[in-house]
Structure formats: structure tokens, C-alpha cells
């Protein structure tokens, strides 16, 4: 069933700049729909969640596919001294974290992050300040990564009349939103700067 879920569209539009067959590590994976996107375009996972069961639900054969149980908020980070093609975060904030995220990216390495924003409370949940992020604020978090997109915005989601099963899965309800995609070092290919696309 958690296998089925649809990877973030935000997720599927970048994937193309992770090194091919590129280690990629899921933050707070939950049951994995980005470690079996990545999967299966050939990419190595490395997942961490703090709920085993999740983990456990995620059925991709060791070989390609590390999985690590770890309270990374109130924990020590379980990847000391590794670092990765990507970094892929979705719907997860814990701001602490953030250097941490950065210094594990490789040379040439992509974040792709994506959660809520202020805005969000209005609308429903996570409502708290600790999990909505602040306006631009990724931007600022990543000021020292070449930036190759931004969004920031409201979407309105999708209701019970949508005939897109898989868009509904991704839009949701409602919610205020915050993307960015950036790299460790500048690509010939990255833009100057970023863009703000959301209506």
C-alpha cells in the first residue's frame, strides 16, 4: 500500500540532476515512496526514520537499499562522516539538522527539500512554528549552495472530485508550501537564480 504512493512531484521533476546510479539519502523516509522512486531509476538508498514500523514496511532488497531506525532530532546523526549524491527531505523540518543536512552532500551533490511554511496553521497541520517554515527561509538555509529552483506559495489541493488519483495523492488538501533544489558546488547548468513559481 505505502509502496504505491506516489513520489512528490518536486522529487520526480529533479531526480534527473542526481549522479546517475548516485547515492541517495531519504531523511525521514516515512514508508518510502522517494526510496522506491530512486530505486527504481537505478539509485542506491540510504533511509532513516524514526519509526521502525515504517521502516520495516519498506520492501526494497538490501543490496541497494540501506535502512536505519534513529531518533536524528534527539539522537547523534547515524551517517557520521558519510556524505551523498542527493539528499532528499519532504514534508519534515527539524531546523538543528540543517548543517548537518548540507555537509553531508558530495561535490556536485543535489538537496531536494520540500514542507510546510508559515501559512500552513491556516489551513490545518503541522500548524506549530517549529515545523512551518519561515518566508524565504530555505533560501537562507542554503545560502551557501548554488541554488537551481525555488517555490513558495499556497495550493489549493485537490477535493474528492478529482479524477488524478496519483495528483491528488500529492497535492492533498490544502497547504502552504516551500521547495527548493540546490547544489553543493555550481553546474554549469544551474540558473543565477531562483525561481518563485507557485501562483
Not at 532488497?61 to 547515524?78: H, L, M, S
Not at 548540507?102 to 510546510?116: D, H, K, Q, R, W
Not at 495528483?167 to 508550501?177: I, K, L, P, T, Y
Request: some cysteine; glycine content about 8%; charged content about 20%.
Amino acid at each position: 500500500m505505502h509502496a504505491a504512493e506516489q513520489a512528490s512531484h518536486w522529487v520526480q521533476r529533479w531526480t534527473h540532476l542526481v549522479k546517475p546510479q548516485g547515492l541517495v539519502l531519504d531523511v525521514a523516509c516515512g514508508h518510502g515512496r522517494h526510496a522506491h522512486w530512486f530505486y527504481s531509476k537505478n539509485h542506491a538508498v540510504v533511509l532513516v526514520d524514526r519509526s521502525q514500523a515504517a521502516i520495516d514496511s519498506i520492501g526494497l532488497p538490501a543490496e541497494r537499499c540501506e535502512k536505519v531506525v534513529a531518533d536524528i532530532e534527539n539522537g547523534p546523526w547515524p551517517f557520521v562522516g558519510r556524505q551523498f549524491d542527493a539528499v532528499v527531505v519532504a514534508n519534515y523540518l527539524w531546523r538543528p539538522l540543517m548543517p548537518t543536512l548540507l555537509a553531508s552532500l558530495l561535490p556536485a551533490g543535489v538537496l531536494i527539500y520540500e514542507t510546510f511554511t508559515q501559512g500552513n496553521e491556516t489551513v490545518g497541520k503541522p500548524s506549530r512554528p517549529d515545523f512551518l517554515l519561515r518566508t524565504g527561509e530555505l533560501l537562507t538555509l542554503c545560502s551557501s549552495l548554488t541554488v537551481v529552483a525555488f517555490e513558495e506559495g499556497f495550493e489549493a489541493g485537490f477535493g474528492a472530485d478529482c479524477v488524478d488519483e496519483a495528483s491528488r495523492q500529492d497535492m492533498g488538501s490544502a497547504r502552504f508550501v516551500q521547495r527548493i533544489v540546490a547544489l553543493r558546488e555550481p553546474a554549469a547548468q544551474a540558473g543565477n537564480s531562483p525561481r518563485h513559481l507557485l501562483a
